[in-house]
């Protein structure tokens, strides 16, 4: 690892700000072109970006394993086909250290401001110890990485404990204590059933019923572990069909009129562990499945069902000193309570700090509704690649797929550049509009615009600037089909 440096060699070609899954991927994909003039600022003292941070008890991804992981970097042990956190963590340690990417690492470095030097065609990164030079910057903050909590009356006045689900604590023994639940996203689903057995009271204030359907996870045998390790291409395989398999949910989402076939395998799903009818009536969704993240459970309605549960169909109006206050105007004790309340994605942390061309924020330039190339450049900020930015983000697939995507057509932009004498490369102002445009196009028809949709992909205006609005091929083609027309390369 790094010791401090001095302020003389602060200066390196690239920045990559952040040690999640799209920050190493950056680091070791450059790493494995030949290119080693790169430092990775982490805010944390470790890598693994969510993966590090969530480690609420059950977390685990809901994707599988064999996909959701690098395509340069298979894992043959996996041991369930929907790993726990703690694995998927090892493996990016593994994965930090196999590639040496440790030592390129400068850890507990909070990233305060960018701000773009059109002077030196260079981006000047400031951090709590002191400032950093790049001429390029892979922004791999990512977009789940600041947790949201709502701000509501009392919130100062509660005895017990409050925590986000992102931020569980270490020590928190929740054990004979009335909890507090609020929210029902991908968080809530996975620790619900965790702490039901053990609390005395769950009350779980659901604002949005979710679809939920089964899970079907299984643990990998050691034989077919072995089995990968020694046939690679069957692993490869894997891989492959999981994904085809995953991209005919984007069918469903393009044509929302399919969805109803998995709604009622989801309904049927319920039923099946939820037998009091009022209860399935509060748990009924009443928008198109897809429109938000689908969830995949099949201990979350058996854990509903049980007599230490009561869902309160209501978001959480305030909080008094003892307990909760819910829609229904009811006062709850409680001694905790866990905000699985998501993240900080309408108004993305980093949009405040990232100045581009001329002194404007990407917050001054997006005002509300960000706008982007293929969410990973944006016209007036030169040379820097948000990972996992605008327009990026799946409901049926792994994320992987889309930062690998990223990492790549940033590479190509940079050899582009680079043959060019070492340009600048920005994204058109009119590319940047066409790609908006097309985005915007594709929305329209799909679950995310069904009536009744509403959901933290949408930003201020109401547009759906969150999600990619088709299939990850398309993604693939569009963002590493580099066209000259699209980009500006600029001489210092
Ligand atoms: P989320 O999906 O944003 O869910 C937040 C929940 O809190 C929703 O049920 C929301 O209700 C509720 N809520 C928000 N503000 C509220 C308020 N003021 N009062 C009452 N309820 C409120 O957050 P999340 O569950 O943490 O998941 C976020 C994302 O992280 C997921 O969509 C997914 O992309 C990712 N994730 C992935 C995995 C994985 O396995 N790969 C696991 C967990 C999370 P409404 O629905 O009414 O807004």
């Not at 006045?157 to 909890?179: C, E, T």
Request: net charge positive; hydrophobic share 40%; proline share 5%.
């Amino acid at each position: 690892m790094f010791g401090a440096h001095s302020p003389k060699d602060r200066s390196f070609k690239v920045v990559i700000i952040g040690a999640g899954f799209g920050g190493l991927a950056a680091a070791i994909r450059l790493k494995q072109k030949g290119e080693h003039d790169f430092v990775v600022l982490e805010r944390a003292d470790d890598v693994g970006g969510v993966w590090r941070d969530n480690r609420y008890p059950g977390c685990a991804c809901d994707v599988q394993s064999h996909l959701y992981s690098y395509s340069f970097a298979p894992n043959a042990s996996w041991s369930y086909q929907f790993s726990p956190q703690p694995e998927i963590l090892d493996y990016l340690r593994r994965c930090a250290q196999n590639f040496q990417i440790l030592e390129r690492i400068q850890f507990n470095t909070t990233v305060r401001n960018l701000h773009w030097s059109e002077e030196y065609g260079e981006w000047i990164v400031d951090t709590a110890h002191g400032e950093y030079r790049g001429r390029y910057v892979f922004a791999g903050m990512g977009a789940l990485s600041d947790p949201k909590i709502p701000a509501l009356k009392g919130m100062g006045d509660f005895k017990g404990q409050i925590f986000h689900s992102a931020q569980w604590p270490r020590d928190v023994n929740l054990g004979g204590k009335a909890v507090c639940v609020v929210g029902t996203g991908a968080s809530a689903i996975q620790f619900i059933p965790q702490i039901q057995p053990i609390v005395s009271k769950l009350y779980l204030f659901q604002r949005t019923a979710a679809w939920v359907v089964k899970r079907g996870d299984f643990a990998i045998a050691q034989n077919a572990r072995k089995r990968f390790r020694r046939f690679p291409w069957l692993q490869r395989w894997a891989r492959l069909s999981i994904y085809v398999q995953r991209e005919l949910l984007a069918f469903g989402f393009r044509h929302p009129r399919v969805m109803r076939l998995v709604q009622m395998q989801a309904i049927r799903h319920m039923h099946a562990s939820i037998k009091d009818p009022a209860l399935r009536q509060k748990l009924t969704p009443r928008y198109t499945m897809g429109c938000k993240r689908i969830l995949v459970s099949d201990d979350y309605y058996p854990a509903l069902a049980q007599p230490n549960v009561c869902v309160v169909p209501s978001g959480l109006e305030r909080i008094t000193e003892h307990g909760v206050v819910g829609g229904d105007g009811i006062e709850r004790k409680v001694d905790v309570i866990i905000f699985a309340t998501g993240f900080q994605v309408q108004d993305l942390p980093y949009s405040h700090y990232i100045y581009g061309r001329g002194g404007k924020s990407l917050a001054d330039v997006w005002q509300g509704s960000p706008r982007t190339l293929t969410g990973t450049m944006v016209s007036g900020f030169p040379s820097i690649f948000l990972l996992h930015g605008p327009n990026t983000v799946l409901g049926h697939t792994s994320m992987i797929y889309m930062l690998e995507t990223q990492v790549e057509q940033a590479l190509r932009l940079m050899g582009r550049a680079e043959q060019l004498g070492g340009a600048i490369v920005e994204a058109s102002a009119e590319a940047q509009k066409r790609f908006v445009t097309w985005v915007d196009r594709k929305l329209r028809g799909t679950v995310w615009a069904s009536v009744g949709c509403s959901s933290w992909y949408m930003d201020k205006t109401g547009r759906n600037a969150s999600i990619w609005p088709s299939y990850t091929f398309i993604y693939r083609s569009r963002a590493l089909n580099i066209r000259p027309v699209d980009y500006e390369f600029r001489q210092l």
